[in-house]
């Protein structure tokens, strides 16, 4: 599958430059679904990159994963979801050094929550590379319960927390990696629109 | 630049070259708090000529009591310092600046490494105290050539983290041993020569740091060198700038009105254009690129000074 493509409209959600080799310098390689394969391809382009990778993989049902484990990186490690590898993640930001690079791929909502943790862990932007594969879902936080929803594909969806139903909005929050989703019917209780799908 | 008269209150030696100075308000009030790296310029009324210099802070930035900075005397500059060391007695009164950072620590790091190299340290003394107070995870290289030169020293509390490299003590600053394993979040400071922030910059790029956990200060004075005159594009006047004259201070007391913060080549306040120049700028700044530079149509005239001809600029 190929890199994901956005339409550039939505000001404020970021733009993924993709993955760019940097060598054989420490790196720390999380990825998610068909970002597996974006991985593959950036080792392809430089065979000295695994030797000093740690790769987290959560496959999703995809099924890059053997592949990837034959590829002989520093570590591999395959994970059930993001969640459960989050202190896995954690410890091996804490281990790493200045010279550490990251390279993320995958869905926007792996790669949203990755990145603030990293500059949380003060790593610099400039030290992150990502790409983006894989569904147009968007992970939404409910501006009213402030609950996350994850893997939203229509407009509007049920909040998964409070119930609401709520409007995709474009509005990006980076802090919390997910887009906004506000209350749909508040003026006009009931009052839902058909359900859309998310094309972008 | 907003600026107060203050009162002198203690002169110390701190090594042979490198005198303390604290200044506090007249009738006790309060001075605006500061953050660490932030420097005041202070007017130095010698014979008819005013001269300004720029010294960083060293008191802690959160007491308004006064403002404290180290002067290291510097018989080859263009006299500021001399001025200092020789006329200025506790009690006198100065024209200070309000405090203005340009090298303020980065709040994005989990760690600060701080390096020195000789009057350098100054900055890093009031870095260090905000670290303090705020709890951060940081340590100090300071470099210097001996012990009794090492006005720093003074300065610096005796913590397992702040180290000391004296070079005649066969204690020279390893860069490769202090940078190497840093843990990611580090973000290091320099202020000294060019010469060591050079090495900072070279040894990090070689270890693969991100280039924007590097802040550095130069410690520049205006040089001072040969007289030269200036011809002023707008009034057409020609006005002279003595040896140990910058060319903004020839400006200001030729009544031109010119903008400036730093003194030091540093902040870009002061950026001319030149209209036309015969002969060769000596640029002595850290602002404009090195294609403005060659070009010779821009100048700092806070720092830089012209040999040539005619040079004619755009004020
Ligand atoms: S005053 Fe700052 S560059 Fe000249």
């Known amino acids: 599958m190929p890199a994901t493509k956005f339409t550039p409209s939505i ?48 496959p999703e049902g995809c099924g890059f994963g053997k592949t990837l484990e034959s590829k002989g990186f520093a570590s591999y490690f395959e994970a059930a979801s993001y969640a459960s590898v989050l202190p896995r993640f954690r410890k091996l930001l804490a281990e790493a050094g200045m010279n550490t690079r990251l390279y993320l791929a995958g869905t926007e909502g792996l790669i949203g929550q990755a990145t603030s943790e990293a500059l949380e862990a003060g790593m610099l932007p400039e030290a992150i590379d990502a790409e983006h594969r894989g569904s147009l879902a ?31 909005r474009d509005h990006y929050s980076h802090r919390h990696a997910a887009f906004q989703g506000v209350c749909v019917d508040a003026e006009t209780p009931g009052e839902i629109p058909p359900r859309q799908e998310i094309k972008a | 630049m907003s600026a107060q008269m203050l009162r002198v209150t203690e002169i110390e030696a701190l090594s042979p070259l490198v005198k303390r100075f604290r200044f506090e308000h007249p009738h006790g009030a309060k001075l605006p708090l500061f953050s660490g790296g932030a420097h005041v310029v202070v007017e130095m009324p010698d014979g008819d000529m005013l001269r300004r210099n720029a010294y960083s802070l060293i008191s802690d930035p959160q007491d308004g009591s006064g403002y404290e900075i180290a ?29 203005l950072n340009l090298f303020s620590l980065d709040m994005r790091a989990r760690k600060h490494v701080l390096i020195a190299g000789g009057i350098g340290i100054t900055p890093i003394i009031a870095q260090m105290q905000q670290l303090l107070r705020m709890q951060g ?42 940078l190497d394993r840093q843990p990611i979040g580090t973000h290091v400071y320099t202020c000294g020569p060019e010469g060591l922030i050079a090495s900072v910059a070279q040894c990090t790029e070689r270890l693969g740091w991100p280039k924007g956990s590097l802040h550095s200060e130069v410690f520049l004075a205006p040089p001072p060198g040969r007289a030269f005159e200036v011809t002023l594009a707008r009034s057409g006047r020609t006005i002279t700038v003595g040896p140990h004259q910058s060319l903004l201070e020839a400006l200001e007391e030729a009544q031109v009105e010119i903008d400036w913060s730093c003194r030091g080549g540093a902040c870009g306040r002061c950026e001319t254009e030149v209209v036309s120049c015969h002969g060769r700028i000596e640029h002595h700044d850290h602002w404009l690129s090195e294609d403005e530079h060659s070009s010779q149509t821009r100048i700092m005239p806070c720092v830089s000074r012209f040999r040539g001809r005619e040079l004619i600029l755009n004020r």
């Open chain 1, 11 to 58: 000001t404020s959600r970021p733009v993924y430059d993709g993955l760019t080799p940097h060598g054989a310098v420490p790196a720390l390689m999380l990825a998610n679904g068909p970002g597996g394969e974006a991985l593959l391809e950036l080792i392809k382009t430089d065979p000295t990159i695994p030797g000093h990778a740690h790769v987290i993989y959560i």
């Open chain 1, 138 to 168: 968007r992970r939404m936080q409910c501006v009213h319960c402030k609950g996350i929803t994850e893997n939203v594909t229509t407009d509007p969806f049920t909040c998964s927390h409070c119930g609401l139903s709520l409007f995709v």
């Open chain 2, 71 to 99: 002067v290291r005397r510097e018989d080859g500059g263009r006299g500021g310092s001399r001025f200092m060391h020789a006329c200025v007695r506790q009690g006198d009164m100065l024209r200070i600046s309000t405090p």
């Open chain 2, 137 to 178: 995870r940081f340590e100090i290289h300071y470099a210097a050539r001996s012990r009794r030169e090492a006005a720093g020293l003074r300065l610096l509390p005796d913590l397992p983290h702040i180290h000391a490299h004296i070079s005649d003590e066969g204690r020279r600053m390893d860069l490769g041993a202090i």
